[in-house]
């Protein structure tokens, strides 16, 4: 008789250790998903990130190249003084007309 109950407390020691294993394991999973829901969502704000930065040294880029042909480019410089500024040269007419 006093095999049964040290088996019976054997059985309920290997379910405890069960039983927090598969906690544990739960636990586990449930910090994974929510780590690897937290890493995607970075890496979508690291790509959205990326391609406005790829954006905008474009832009630069662009503004360095308009500014080094208004610094260099004196006929590039009037064209723009034209368009934007509406000016003429003395002997020039401009005709406006509302679309």
Do not use: C
């Amino acid at each position: 008789m006093d095999s049964v109950p040290a088996v019976n407390l054997r059985r309920l020691i290997v379910g405890l250790y069960f039983a927090v294993f598969v906690g544990l394991g739960l636990a586990s999973a449930a910090f994974f998903w929510r780590t690897r829901a937290e890493y995607n969502r970075f890496r979508q704000v690291e790509a959205e990130n990326q391609r406005l930065l790829t954006e905008t040294e474009a832009k630069l880029a662009e503004q360095e190249r308009i500014l080094d042909r208004l610094r260099h480019d004196p006929a590039y410089v009037e064209k723009i003084i034209r368009q934007q500024l509406g000016y003429a040269r003395p002997d020039q007419f401009i005709f406006r007309f509302e679309h």
